[in-house]
């Protein structure tokens, strides 16, 4: 059957019904401005007998004939009397033209008195930052008007600046950090606390641009994001300096967030994170939601630091290779981490000397998750032990084009005992809970352009990736499923992420389903791969590290064991 073509306006796109739009509401604006007269004299009439029905309900009933006589004998007078037919239409027409009017209140022009007091007592307090004795013109003078140095101004509901645009001379230093520092901070307490603000500095304009920013959103669940492999949502920010929003959903509702996406892989320029924050500020939440966007491309290694099981949920999950809170088990999880690493480098190296692709095993992303890695390094110098934060240098160093991503969380006022390769290494950076100036400066290396606050809500902060701008954070709520606190609904959003066990976690085993409940099957040891040979050209490589062999069922899946503390001493 031949396919009838689309209707023209249809098929012209949306330019046409835009154009037709403008037309008929030109269209529309002329009509009213031509018939407002008889709109308004119909609106007087309508008034009029609207007021003549109320007072014929309320006359009472013995008295209405009266009424209707005394009516009656005016028009008849006006009838008989000269002119007085057309005298009446006049006063009529008069009368509903009076009734017809706009009675809206006209809207100021200009702020109420109220708000020019506010605006007054903000010049004044910005004077002795913009005025100079030599100035012969001055903008800003004791006594002077505010309204040449604030063309643009608005205010909320509740009578506080809502933005402003404030302009300043030219030799104002704008270009010095301590300089825009102090208005800033001036501008922030003046216009009310409590509050963040966004500052735009116009350094070719001589204008600055102060918007209070809304609160972030904090009922956004975990969920699965429309992102693709290597690309990790660290949490939403606003539309200031995003030009990208992701489809969520927020109970029954579905809406578009910016959000903060961190790149990894061989192609990252920031191929590890490091996150900072006081203790409740949602580290633990950081990391949660990270491992459960890691595991569905790659592998996981946990270090629990904290020791309160804010992790158990993902022990003996797919993907999951160990969740480790002793200090044996987690020197002996990064040593392999470190083989492991130096493996891909070697098994890549070589594929690429042959001209041939990387294997499969080095594609398939690493990823080595801390929380509070400095608790550990107390604990290996009272045991007379080497640092598990050495062990670090391989993965952060050589990680990326081996496909291993490490992650670092510990607490603010730890960060002097986080070793160097950490602190040089990792690039992205985030910052949640209250923090000053000083502190975000040199976590993230730049100051925020906004104001920060003393009272923050869990998982809020800042976040910066390499040398790009610092961005507003909020990181999705992850909890912990186990704790008994949490809403129900909240665990089960995290539960629903969660892979299935199909690993079993140390000591544990898994029976068949063929198998009695009383015979369980014994988990048998990993193979051992045979060891390749170095090439006669080459200089002797090192002994060949076994590799993380994922087979496919119903072969058993081997697991990364955990040492005991005799085989470490």
């Given amino acids: 059957m031949a396919r009838r073509p689309l209707p023209r306006i249809l098929s012209n796109g949306s330019a046409q019904l835009a154009r037709s739009r403008e037309l008929a509401r030109t269209a529309a604006d002329s009509a009213t401005d031509v018939l407002h007269p008889l709109i308004t004299i119909t609106r007087g009439l309508r008034r009029l007998a609207a007021a003549g029905r109320r007072r014929w309900i309320e006359t009472p009933k013995e008295r209405r004939g009266a009424l209707l006589f005394l009516v009656a004998s005016v028009i008849l007078v006006v009838a008989l009397a000269p002119y007085g037919p057309l005298l009446a239409v006049i006063t009529l027409m008069t009368a509903a033209a009076w009734q017809g009017r706009d009675r809206s209140p006209a809207a100021s022009d200009g702020p109420d008195e109220s708000q020019s007091r506010r605006l007054q007592s903000l010049y004044e307090a910005l004077v002795p930052h913009f005025s100079a004795a030599e100035d012969p013109e001055p ?3 004791h006594g002077g008007a505010w309204d040449k140095a604030f063309p643009t101004y608005a205010f909320d509901g509740g009578g506080r600046i809502a933005q402003l645009v404030v302009r300043y001379p030219a030799y104002f230093t704008d270009g010095e950090a301590e300089a825009r520092t102090r208005i800033e901070h001036l501008l922030a307490a003046k216009s009310g606390r409590g509050r963040e603000y966004h500052f735009t500095w116009d350094e070719e304009g001589n204008q600055l641009t102060v918007s209070v920013l809304l609160p972030l959103p904090v009922d956004i669940a975990a969920q699965r994001f429309v992102t693709a492999p290597g690309e990790t949502v660290l949490g939403f920010t606003d539309l200031t300096r995003v030009q990208r929003t992701l489809p969520l959903t927020c109970g029954e509702q579905r809406r578009d967030v910016p959000p903060v996406v961190w790149r990894t892989g061989p192609r990252s320029t920031e191929p590890h994170l490091l996150a900072l924050g006081q203790p409740g500020t949602g580290i633990s939440t950081l990391l949660r939601c990270i491992a459960l966007q890691a595991l569905q491309h790659g592998d996981v290694v946990i270090v629990d630091g904290g ?10 999950r797919d993907g999951v290779l160990a969740v480790e809170a002793g200090l044996a088990g987690v020197t ?13 480098l070697i098994a890549a190296n070589r594929a690429h000397q042959a001209g041939h692709p990387p294997p499969d095993d080095t594609k398939r992303p690493l990823w080595i998750l801390l929380d509070r890695p400095t608790a550990f390094t107390h604990l290996a110098a009272a045991d007379s032990r080497k640092d ?3 062990l670090l240098q391989v993965p952060l160093r050589h990680g990326r084009p081996a496909n291993v991503t490490v992650v670092v969380a510990d607490q603010l006022d730890s960060m002097d005992a986080l070793s160097d390769p950490v602190r040089r290494h990792t690039r992205a950076r985030v910052v949640l809970g209250p923090a000053t100036a000083e502190q975000l400066e040199s976590v993230l290396g730049a100051p925020p352009h906004t104001t920060p606050v003393d009272q923050l809500p869990p998982g809020r902060g800042y976040a910066r990736l390499g040398a790009g701008p610092v961005h507003r954070l909020q990181v999705p709520v992850t909890p912990n499923p186990y704790d008994d606190a949490t809403p129900d609904a909240l665990c089960q959003a995290v539960l629903d992420l969660l892979p299935p066990r199909t690993t079993p976690a140390d000591g544990e085993t898994i029976p068949e389903q063929d198998q009695s409940a009383g015979e369980p099957e014994q988990v048998p040891a990993a193979e051992e791969p045979e060891p ?4 006669a050209t080459q200089a002797p490589e090192p002994e060949p590290v076994p590799a993380l062999r994922r087979d496919l069922p119903p072969k058993p899946v081997p697991v990364l064991t955990k040492p005991s503390e005799a085989d470490h001493s």
């Fill in 139 to 141: 903008l800003y003078s």
């Fill in 307 to 316: 020791g309160t099981g804010e992790y158990a949920c993902l022990t003996g």
């Fill in 332 to 344: 002996a999880s990064l040593e392999w981490a470190a083989t492991e690493t130096e493996r891909r």
């Fill in 388 to 390: 598990p934060q050495a």
């Fill in 532 to 535: 390749v040979a170095p090439q």
